[in-house]
C-alpha cells in the first residue's frame, strides 16, 4: 500500500449491529469509525418510530450481554420494551462503553469502492468526501429500506401520507381522524390498537391476514431485573443455543404424537403465556411439518373467533390460503380485540383489490374511503435492500447488487460475499431467522476473532471462496425448503422468500436451519483456520494459514 488508510475499519450504520462492532474491533486495538446517515443512534429503531412500535423478544434477551457495566446499571421498565426505550438502551450502551467518540451520524454512504492495488476500500460520503479503511462491515440492518405499493394515484392523494419508517420524529395527531392503513406485517399490526384509541375512524385495508400471537406487556420489576442480573449468562447462552435465539425451554414432542386433548392443553397453556412462547415451546414440528401447523392454525383461528365479536370480521382476519408459520409470526398487544371497536373498519381487499388511491382517500372496487391521513406499513426490501440501494464495488469494478443478480444470492454464511475482499455484513442475508440481538452479538464476537487472527498471520484479506458461496447456497435453500414456509400449493407472501417485493428473485433470504446450527458452522469455519475465506490469496498465503494439528 502506498499510503495507510484513514481507518482500520469502517462500520456503516449506528444500530446494534454498528455499536456492538465498534466495541469489539476497538477491542482488538483497530481505529474504527461507524458512520450512520441518520441523526442518531439506533438504526432501526431510529428509523422506526410509529405508533405501538415496540420488540416482540422478551427484554431479558433483547440486548447485549458483553458488558457486565451496561448488565449492572440499565434497568428495563417492559417485558416488551417500546421503541422509545430500546433508544435509551442504546443510547446507554454508547455513553457507557464510550463509542460515541467514534460515530458519525447524518453521515450519508452513497458508494464504497474496492482498490486492487492497495487492498483498500474507498468509502464516498453524501458530502462529496472520501474515507479510506482497510476493512468495511455493513451494519446496516435488515428492515430499513422501505418499500411502497405500486397502486395508481398513489401521489395524488391529498391528505397527510406516512410510512411506518419515516414516521415524524415530532408524531402525528391522529385524534378524530379519518385514518387508512395499508399494510398487515408486524408494523401494521402493531399500529391498529394504538390508532384504534384516537382516531375518528380506521380503515384497515387487508389483502393477507396474519396469524397473531398476543401477548401480555407487564412492568418489569425490581425482582425480575435482580434475577436477570443474577442469571445473565446462563439466560444469554440458553437464547444462544436456541434456534430463534430466545431463552426458552425447547419443546419435546412432535403435536402429532399426543392427544387431541392434551395438544389442546398445551397450545391453550403457551397462547396464555403469550407471543413466542406459542410459537417455539409447543411442539418440536410447528415449524416443519404442515400437519402440525395446520393445528395450531386451526387453534389460533378458533382463538380468533372467541376475541372478535363479528364472526364475519373473524373469518377475514383467520388465515386460510397457508398454516401457522407460512410467514413471520408476529406478536400482537390486543390487536384482534381492536377490531370489536365500532371505529375500526376491515376492508378485504384480497377478493376486492385496492382500484387506485384518489386525491380524497382509497378506491376499492367502486368505493371510495374518504381519508384524512393514509398510512402505509408495506414492508421493507428485505436483508438485500440496503446492501444494493448503494454501490459496494469490488473486484473488476462489479457491484454486490450486479453479483446477486447475476448470480443469485451467494455469500459464505451470510458474512462475506466472494469478489469483496475484506468486506463483511453484520445480519447478512442467510443469516438466521432469530431474536436479532444474540446472532448480532456473535456475530460480532466471531468477526472480532477472524480479523485478529488475519492480522496476526499476516493475511491480506479475507473473502469467501466461490466453494463456499455454493454450498451455503444449498444448504440455506435446503433449510428453508425443509419448513412449512415453502410450499408449492400453499404459501404466503413471505419477506423471507422476498415474495413481498415484485420482481425480487424467490429464493431464501434467511438461513432457516437454526440460530444454533448455523453458529455450530462459524465455529467450524474458525476451527478449520477460515480457510473457506481465503479466496485469491496471494501464493505465499494459501496453504500455510491451517489450524495446529492438520
Given at each position: 500500500?502506498?499510503?495507510?488508510?484513514?481507518?482500520?475499519?469502517?462500520?456503516?450504520?449506528?444500530?446494534?449491529?454498528?455499536?456492538?462492532?465498534?466495541?469489539?474491533?476497538?477491542?482488538?486495538?483497530?481505529?474504527?469509525?461507524?458512520?450512520?446517515?441518520?441523526?442518531?443512534?439506533?438504526?432501526?429503531?431510529?428509523?422506526?418510530?410509529?405508533?405501538?412500535?415496540?420488540?416482540?423478544?422478551?427484554?431479558?434477551?433483547?440486548?447485549?450481554?458483553?458488558?457486565?457495566?451496561?448488565?449492572?446499571?440499565?434497568?428495563?421498565?417492559?417485558?416488551?420494551?417500546?421503541?422509545?426505550?430500546?433508544?435509551?438502551?442504546?443510547?446507554?450502551?454508547?455513553?457507557?462503553?464510550?463509542?460515541?467518540?467514534?460515530?458519525?451520524?447524518?453521515?450519508?454512504?452513497?458508494?464504497?469502492?474496492?482498490?486492487e492495488d492497495t487492498n483498500t476500500w474507498t468509502v464516498h460520503l453524501g458530502d462529496g468526501t472520501t474515507l479510506t479503511t482497510t476493512y468495511l462491515v455493513s451494519g446496516m440492518g435488515v428492515l430499513s429500506q422501505a418499500?411502497?405499493?405500486?397502486?395508481?394515484?398513489?401521489?395524488?392523494?391529498?391528505?397527510?401520507?406516512?410510512?411506518?419508517?419515516?414516521?415524524?420524529?415530532?408524531?402525528?395527531?391522529?385524534?378524530?381522524?379519518?385514518?387508512?392503513?395499508?399494510?398487515?406485517?408486524?408494523?401494521?399490526?402493531?399500529?391498529?390498537?394504538?390508532?384504534?384509541?384516537?382516531?375518528?375512524?380506521?380503515?384497515?385495508?387487508?389483502?393477507?391476514?396474519?396469524?397473531?400471537?398476543?401477548?401480555?406487556?407487564?412492568?418489569?420489576?425490581?425482582?425480575?431485573?435482580?434475577?436477570?442480573?443474577?442469571?445473565?449468562?446462563?439466560?444469554?447462552?440458553?437464547?444462544?443455543?436456541?434456534?430463534?435465539?430466545?431463552?426458552?425451554?425447547?419443546?419435546?414432542?412432535?403435536?402429532?404424537?399426543?392427544?387431541?386433548?392434551?395438544?389442546?392443553?398445551?397450545?391453550?397453556?403457551?397462547?396464555?403465556?403469550?407471543?413466542?412462547?406459542?410459537?417455539?415451546?409447543?411442539?418440536?414440528?410447528?415449524?416443519?411439518?404442515?400437519?402440525?401447523?395446520?393445528?395450531?392454525?386451526?387453534?389460533?383461528?378458533?382463538?380468533?373467533?372467541?376475541?372478535?365479536?363479528?364472526?364475519?370480521?373473524?373469518?377475514?382476519?383467520?388465515?386460510?390460503?397457508?398454516?401457522?408459520?407460512?410467514?413471520?409470526?408476529?406478536?400482537?398487544?390486543?390487536?384482534?380485540?381492536?377490531?370489536?371497536?365500532?371505529?375500526?373498519?376491515?376492508?378485504?381487499?384480497?377478493?376486492?383489490?385496492?382500484?387506485?388511491?384518489?386525491?380524497?382517500?382509497?378506491?376499492?372496487?367502486?368505493?371510495?374511503?374518504?381519508?384524512?391521513?393514509?398510512?402505509?406499513?408495506?414492508?421493507?426490501?428485505?436483508?438485500?435492500?440496503?446492501?444494493?440501494?448503494?454501490?459496494?464495488?469490488?473486484?473488476?469494478?462489479?457491484?454486490?447488487?450486479?453479483?446477486?443478480?447475476?448470480?443469485?444470492?451467494?455469500?459464505?454464511?451470510?458474512?462475506?460475499?466472494?469478489?469483496?475482499?475484506?468486506?463483511?455484513?453484520?445480519?447478512?442475508?442467510?443469516?438466521?431467522?432469530?431474536?436479532?440481538?444474540?446472532?448480532?452479538?456473535?456475530?460480532?464476537?466471531?468477526?472480532?476473532?477472524?480479523?485478529?487472527?488475519?492480522?496476526?498471520?499476516?493475511?491480506?484479506?479475507?473473502?469467501?471462496?466461490?466453494?463456499?458461496?455454493?454450498?451455503?447456497?444449498?444448504?440455506?435453500?435446503?433449510?428453508?425448503?425443509?419448513?412449512?414456509?415453502?410450499?408449492?400449493?400453499?404459501?404466503?407472501?413471505?419477506?423471507?422468500?422476498?415474495?413481498?417485493?415484485?420482481?425480487?428473485?424467490?429464493?431464501?433470504?434467511?438461513?432457516?436451519?437454526?440460530?444454533?446450527?448455523?453458529?455450530?458452522?462459524?465455529?467450524?469455519?474458525?476451527?478449520?483456520?477460515?480457510?473457506?475465506?481465503?479466496?485469491?490469496?496471494?501464493?505465499?498465503?494459501?496453504?500455510?494459514?491451517?489450524?495446529?494439528?492438520?
Amino acid at each position: 500500500m502506498t499510503s495507510k488508510p484513514d481507518y482500520d475499519a469502517i462500520v456503516i450504520g449506528a444500530g446494534f449491529s454498528g455499536l456492538a462492532m465498534l466495541h469489539h474491533l476497538r477491542e482488538i486495538g483497530l481505529s474504527t469509525l461507524v458512520v450512520d446517515g441518520q441523526g442518531g443512534i439506533g438504526g432501526t429503531w431510529w428509523v422506526n418510530r410509529y405508533p405501538g412500535v415496540r420488540t416482540d423478544s422478551e427484554y431479558s434477551y433483547y440486548s447485549f450481554s458483553f458488558s457486565k457495566e451496561v448488565r449492572d446499571e440499565w434497568t428495563w421498565t417492559e417485558r416488551y420494551p417500546a421503541g422509545a426505550e430500546v433508544l435509551e438502551y442504546l443510547d446507554f450502551v454508547a455513553d457507557r462503553l464510550d463509542l460515541r467518540k467514534d460515530i458519525r451520524l447524518s453521515t450519508r454512504v452513497d458508494k464504497a469502492v474496492y482498490g486492487e492495488d492497495t487492498n483498500t476500500w474507498t468509502v464516498h460520503l453524501g458530502d462529496g468526501t472520501t474515507l479510506t479503511t482497510t476493512y468495511l462491515v455493513s451494519g446496516m440492518g435488515v428492515l430499513s429500506q422501505a418499500i411502497y405499493p405500486a397502486i395508481d394515484g398513489i401521489d395524488g392523494f391529498r391528505g397527510e401520507k406516512y410510512h411506518s419508517s419515516t414516521w415524524p420524529r415530532g408524531g402525528v395527531d391522529l385524534t378524530g381522524k379519518r385514518v387508512g392503513l395499508i399494510g398487515l406485517g408486524a408494523s401494521g399490526i402493531q399500529m391498529v390498537p394504538e390508532i384504534a384509541k384516537v382516531a375518528g375512524d380506521l380503515h384497515v385495508f387487508q389483502r393477507t391476514p396474519n396469524f397473531v400471537v398476543e401477548t401480555t406487556n407487564e412492568p418489569v420489576t425490581e425482582q425480575d431485573m435482580r434475577h436477570l442480573r443474577d442469571h445473565y449468562d446462563e439466560i444469554y447462552e440458553k437464547a444462544a443455543n436456541h434456534p430463534f435465539g430466545v431463552a426458552m425451554e425447547p419443546a419435546r414432542h412432535s403435536a402429532l404424537e399426543v392427544s387431541a386433548e392434551e395438544r389442546d392443553r398445551i397450545f391453550e397453556s403457551k397462547w396464555n403465556e403469550g407471543g413466542f412462547h406459542f410459537a417455539n415451546e409447543c411442539f418440536t414440528d410447528l415449524a416443519t411439518s404442515h400437519e402440525a401447523s395446520e393445528l395450531a392454525a386451526d387453534f389460533i383461528r378458533r382463538k380468533i373467533h372467541e376475541i372478535v365479536e363479528d364472526q364475519a370480521v373473524a373469518d377475514l382476519l383467520s388465515p386460510t390460503t397457508y398454516s401457522f408459520n407460512g410467514k413471520r409470526v408476529p406478536t400482537g398487544h390486543h390487536y384482534y380485540a381492536a377490531f370489536n371497536k365500532p371505529n375500526v373498519h376491515l376492508v378485504d381487499v384480497a377478493s376486492q383489490p385496492i382500484s387506485r388511491i384518489s386525491e380524497r382517500g382509497v378506491v376499492v372496487g367502486d368505493t371510495e374511503y374518504e381519508l384524512d391521513v393514509l398510512i402505509f406499513a408495506t414492508g421493507f426490501d428485505a436483508m438485500t435492500g440496503t446492501l444494493t440501494s448503494i454501490d459496494i464495488v469490488g473486484r473488476g469494478g462489479r457491484t454486490l447488487r450486479e453479483k446477486w443478480l447475476a448470480d443469485g444470492l451467494k455469500s459464505n454464511l451470510g458474512i462475506s460475499a466472494h469478489g469483496f475482499p475484506n468486506f463483511f455484513m453484520s445480519l447478512g442475508p442467510q443469516t438466521p431467522y432469530s431474536n436479532l440481538p444474540v446472532p448480532i452479538q456473535l456475530g460480532a464476537q466471531w468477526l472480532q476473532r477472524a480479523i485478529a487472527w488475519a492480522r496476526e498471520n499476516d493475511v491480506p484479506f479475507l473473502e469467501a471462496t466461490p466453494e463456499s458461496e455454493n454450498w451455503w447456497r444449498e444448504e440455506t435453500e435446503r433449510a428453508g425448503r425443509a419448513t412449512v414456509m415453502y410450499s408449492e400449493g400453499k404459501k404466503a407472501k413471505a419477506w423471507f422468500l422476498g415474495d413481498n417485493l415484485p420482481g425480487k428473485p424467490e429464493e431464501f433470504q434467511v438461513y432457516m436451519g437454526g440460530g444454533q446450527v448455523y453458529q455450530q458452522f462459524c465455529r467450524a469455519a474458525e476451527a478449520d483456520g477460515y480457510r473457506s475465506f481465503l479466496a485469491n490469496q496471494p501464493a505465499g498465503d494459501r496453504t500455510s494459514h491451517t489450524t495446529e494439528g492438520e
